[in-house]
């Protein structure tokens, strides 16, 4: 057969087939026998580059008008059968306040949160961060901070122990030595951390918790310089319109040693149950560096000075969030964590 | 340490409220904690820091008043007149342990007559929380919260042969305290013994059999200065906490001791009656050097970051009772004062000139030079797993690092040791280092279960703890806990991996550790021979309702491995060309070996070989699998020809179908 033939028995086909067609269904099937990608049309276009190159043109041709022939009337005869389907349908109306499809999302820990916040503070003060062992030698917990064994400040410091002189450090300021051992001033660095004190478990004590340490160490560093920088960081990262308070205190490894209080946010300084009724509440241990400590590192302790203090992470969150009991930190209750 | 509030009014005068008073006691570091109204008078909770013993005493906190405030300190007379005969007549005193006794006085009161104290006495030891015993007792417990030097008033009557030996207990000696408990004593303990026995436990408590009762007639008052490490560890081994210990382990003043045996002697004649007896034993070996220490104005200024004039500093310190020996060319010699055993160094002067100036007085100033400080690799790596994991649903837990013995805590994944044990825990359930975080992740996943949570994602960042040497090694562990199946946990431990950095060069073969992970569906993951860590299906034994997976992965080895030098690859302008392909295997041949085959090849254009379909079933022989994947080529410099594609394919067929008998699956 030849093809102008071929075609022509196509159209006869067509109108045929369309006047049988009552179904939108049907036209749709339709459409895709003639136009599909491996419709009918599709393959006598194939056949194009098989022909003469003179044919090649008219056939082109004729294919095209009949696509265009094909497409007009299955067009108008699926938009006759939509219009007749219509009123059969049931008009649905797109609910446009139906909750949304949530992806899974997760959250930081809020411990870890905040030491992200403190660490992000500090960064910008041109603090480092330093890690040091959880499991210590008796050296870097006690006698290197200048509380040598049988003092009685020991007693403020509980510890589990591994065996006679390694122990789980009490404190973050091991590190400090860690650090001052590596390394000569200037230094500037923090330290998070987990810390251990045999402590029974209550609302307020957890026999593990976390601390942040900073330490900041060159020539000509005063008190003055340690109350501008925890300044710097209770103004960041609390709020601008918290108050600072100095008290002195006693801390082996400083002198002079300071308690840091800022003005309790719950109350506004007025005074509350999380304050004690003082407008205060303490959030941070610290001081100058004690020239023992110095000696312990073989530092000039005429020529640097140098300030650190120490902050317990569990305390300051609780602060922040309102949360009243340690414990929660670590259920890991899903309903506790979702909320940060 | 509690105190009366008027009683403090005795020693220094002042015009403060109670509230005031706290507030300047707080600012110079004696931190009022509770003020409690107490008839007419108040009761002050003062928190005093284990280096200032001299504070253990009222007439100690008065002396802080007098700096902070002003006022001048008025210390109680101590005169008294002796009658009958010397003390030599009646007692008999050794010291054979001078070092951890280096002063001992006695003075003896006759002819007492015991009863009640009187009522301001009472009435200011029940503000302060204690109960009035009678008019011994109280006064030397009045005395000992007065000047913070304990004392111990015996029945002289009562002592074997008049005699006091300070001495070491013998092994089986024994003693009833006062608070009626029988106590074994050793021979590391410093004790007072009579001529057969021991009557107290030095500078801790005293002996029942020798104590001050109504029939007593005589006394004995010991006024003495006990070593400070020896009474901690005596009272530490003895469990026993007094009034007494509590500030002997913290320093008494030796200089003070006299004074405070005369003040207790005064009392008792003034309200028991009786008679004193002449003179005094007062033993005393290795008087202290009185300490001199020079305070530069330079070096004050330097550490204190202000400039306190120096007639302020002295005026501070001598209030405090430094003495100025000197004062030159802003060098300031001090003598200090004998109560202050804390002070030795001329930081501590510095200290004592700041806390009067006070803490809040010294500028806030920020004079430390810019400097830049950037995120090390391990933090890096931590910020970067923390942003995809809660990124893809999960939470972020934390969890306590020591854990029990349980079986499931001792499955020890990394090591076949056991973990390290805490000599002195608290409680079984915390009793020793953890070798893995997954143990702790289960529990939490348990715990939600049961507070009706069923789907949990959660992952740990933290250490695990491995027998080492000296000190154990330290991993840090990345631990996940998902309810998904393997490959999907698998994908998100591959993704981890990429965002690091990593390539997925890894070697995963399979794992058994049966209680954690399910049996054929759990595999270790190698790193050039190094574990990088373990992946499984959580077992049926572990009780979870849902599909678990669960994996454990060093930190340390990722940081390492980490790589965050990118480079930017040029994006191709042509277009790849995709074949898919399904090939028929024997179930043995795994993907890897697939894989690994194509990419020995070594074809040209091969660009990628995605996986993506697994088939058995009717038109596969039983024992066989087929396996479908694409292939990408791609060229740099042009289109690819279909041919060229074809040619490369077939090369790789040819080699599956060497290497592997695969076969290609006809459609």
């Not at chain 2, 060069?505 to 399979?510: I, V």
């Not at chain 2, 697994?614 to 038109?619: F, P, S, T």
């Amino acid at each position: 057969m030849r093809m102008p033939e071929k075609i022509e028995e196509i159209k006869r086909n067509i109108e045929k087939e369309i006047r049988a067609i009552t179904a939108l269904k049907d036209a749709e099937q339709f459409k895709i026998k003639y136009l599909g990608r491996k419709g009918i049309i599709n393959d006598l276009m194939k056949l194009i580059p098989t022909m003469r190159v003179e044919e090649r043109t008219v056939f082109g041709q004729m294919v095209n008008s009949l696509k265009v022939e094909i497409t007009n009337k299955v067009e108008e005869l699926i938009k006759k059968l939509t219009a007749e389907t219509v009123p059969e349908i049931k008009v649905e109306i797109f609910d446009i306040t139906l909750p949304g499809k949530r992806p899974l999302s997760g959250k930081k820990h809020p411990l870890t949160q905040t030491i992200e916040d403190i660490k992000e503070v500090f960064a910008r003060l041109g603090f480092d961060v330093a890690y040091g062992p959880e499991v210590e030698l008796e050296y870097y917990n006690f006698e290197a901070l200048n509380i040598p064994q049988d003092h009685p400040s020991r007693t403020d410091f509980d510890t589990f122990y591994i065996k006679d002189d390694v122990l789980l450090r009490s404190q973050t300021s091991t590190v400090q030595i860690r650090i001052m051992e590596k390394q000569k001033p200037p230094i500037r660095s923090i330290a998070p951390g987990r810390v251990y004190r045999p402590d029974t478990v209550d609302a307020r004590h957890s026999f593990m918790f976390h601390q942040v340490e900073g330490l900041l160490v060159d020539e000509g560093v005063s008190f003055a310089d340690l109350k501008g920088v925890l300044n710097q960081f209770i103004k960041t990262y609390f709020g601008q319109n918290i108050q600072m308070r100095f008290r002195p205190s006693f801390f082996p490894f400083t002198e002079p040693s300071a308690e840091v209080d800022i003005s309790c946010s719950l109350c506004g300084g007025k005074g509350c149950n999380v304050c004690s009724y003082s407008g205060w509440v303490e959030i941070l241990g610290a001081g100058m560096v004690d020239p023992n400590v110095f000696r312990a590192v073989h530092y000039d302790a005429e020529k640097y000075t140098g300030f650190a203090f120490g902050m317990g992470v569990e305390r300051i969150t609780m602060l922040k969030y309102g949360i009243c009991d340690i414990r929660l930190f670590y259920e890991n209750d899903m309903r506790f964590l979702s909320q940060f | 340490m509690k105190i009366s509030f008027n009683w403090l009014k005795e020693y220094v005068y002042f015009y403060l409220s109670p509230q005031e008073l706290a507030k300047r006691l707080t600012n110079v570091g004696l931190v009022v904690a509770d003020i409690k109204p107490v008839e007419d008078d108040f009761c002050l909770d003062i928190e005093v820091t284990s280096n200032r013993p001299d504070c253990l005493g009222i007439i100690g906190i008065a002396r802080e008043v007098a700096a902070a405030v002003g006022g001048s300190l008025h210390l109680p007379e101590v005169h008294f007149i002796t009658t009958g005969d010397d003390i030599s007549e009646f007692i008999d005193i050794t010291v054979e342990e001078p070092i951890l006794c280096p002063c001992y006085t006695a003075r003896i009161v006759r002819n007492i007559a015991v009863g009640p104290s009187p009522e301001w006495i009472q009435k200011r030891l029940k503000c302060i929380g204690l109960r009035p015993v009678n008019n011994i007792v109280d006064i030397t417990n009045y005395i000992m919260m007065e000047t913070g030097q304990p004392l111990h008033a015996f029945d002289l009557d009562k002592l074997t042969g008049q005699k006091i030996i300070i001495r070491r207990a013998r092994s089986g000696e024994e003693i009833v305290t006062i608070n009626g408990a029988r106590r074994a004593l050793f021979h590391d303990m410093l004790i007072i013994a009579d001529g057969r026995r021991p009557v107290a436990i030095a500078g801790i408590m005293g002996g029942k059999e020798t104590e001050v009762s109504e029939s007593t007639r005589n006394i004995l008052l010991e006024c003495a200065q006990f070593e400070p490490r020896q009474v901690r560890r005596t009272s530490r081994a003895l469990g026993i906490a007094s009034d007494s210990s509590y500030r002997f382990e913290r320093g008494t003043d030796p200089e003070g001791v006299d004074y405070v045996s005369r003040r207790a002697t005064k009392l008792i004649k003034d309200y028991a009656g009786g008679e004193i007896a002449g003179g005094v034993i007062n033993i005393r070996t290795g008087r202290q050097e009185t300490k001199r220490i020079t305070l530069r104005m330079e070096r004050l200024h330097k550490v204190l970051g202000v400039e306190i004039k120096r007639d302020v500093a002295i005026d501070i310190l001598t209030k405090l009772q430094f003495n100025v020996l000197n004062d030159v060319d802003n060098f300031i010699d001090l003598e200090v004062p004998s109560f202050r055993g804390d002070v030795c160094r001329e930081i501590d002067l510095i200290e004592e000139v700041a806390r009067i100036y006070g803490y809040n007085s010294i500028p806030t100033k920020t004079s430390i030079s810019v400097r830049g400080s950037a995120r090390n690799k391990y933090e890096i790596v931590e910020d970067t797993i923390r942003q995809c994991l809660t990124g893809l649903g999960f939470y972020e837990v934390k969890t306590f690092s020591i854990v029990d013995t349980s079986p499931l805590q001792s499955l020890n994944l990394w090591s076949e040791k056991d973990g390290i044990d805490i000599a002195n825990p608290l409680r079984q359930e915390e009793s020793r280092l953890r070798t893995s975080l997954l143990p702790s992740l289960v529990s939490v996943k348990r715990y939600n279960m049961d507070h009706g949570t069923e789907q949990v994602r959660i992952f740990e960042i933290a250490k695990v703890y491995l027998a080492g040497n000296k000190l154990p090694q330290e991993k840090t562990c990345l631990s996940i806990l998902v309810d998904t199946d393997f490959l999907s946990l698998k994908g998100m431990v591959e993704s981890l991996l990429l965002n690091l950095g990593i390539p997925l060069k890894q070697e995963w073969t399979r794992f058994n550790k049966s209680g954690l992970f399910m049996d054929e569906r759990a595999a270790s993951i190698r790193m050039d021979n190094t574990v990088l860590g373990y992946l499984g299906e959580a077992s049926s034994v572990l009780g979870f309702k849902m599909q678990s997976s669960l994996a454990e992965i060093d930190m340390d080895l990722l940081t390492e491995r980490s790589n965050f030098g990118k480079k930017y690859q040029n994006i191709p302008q042509y277009p790849p060309v995709f074949r898919d392909l399904a090939i028929i295997v024997s179930e043995e041949v795994t993907w890897a070996s697939i894989e690994k085959c194509i990419a020995d090849t070594k074809v040209p254009f091969l660009e990628g070989i995605n996986f993506f379909d697994v088939y058995r079933g009717k038109q596969i022989p039983a024992g066989k699998k087929s396996i479908a994947f694409n292939l990408c080529f791609q060229a740099l410099d042009r289109t690819l020809k279909s041919e060229e594609v074809d040619n490369v394919q077939q090369v790789i067929l040819d080699t599956l179908h060497k290497t592997l008998a695969a076969e290609l699956r006809k459609a």
